[in-house]
């Protein structure tokens, strides 16, 4: 019996941190590709900061629209 508890519990937790590392690239692959192209377009432009400012906007949106779209899959499981 404590063996089946055991490993249901360590699979629980091993869910919890796949999920943990998910959200993660979710939030960090749109903010550092965004502020990358952000600060060449500003060198390529010459518009300093606002192409930066406007990537990581973009990205805090990107990155919300994601998740929320990922947390409704998982809470209608």
Known sequence: ?????S???KSVF????SLAFQFGYTITVPLIV???AG????KKFNSS???LLAGIV????ISSVILIIRMK???AK
């Open 7 to 9: 490993k249901k519990e």
């Open 58 to 61: 973009l990205s805090v949106i």
């Open 73 to 75: 899959k998982i809470l």
């Open 49 to 51: 900061p606002f192409l």
């Open 14 to 17: 091993w869910q919890a941190v």
């Open 34 to 36: 965004l502020i990358v």
């Open 39 to 42: 600060k060449i377009l500003d």
């Open 1 to 5: 019996m404590k063996s089946q508890e």
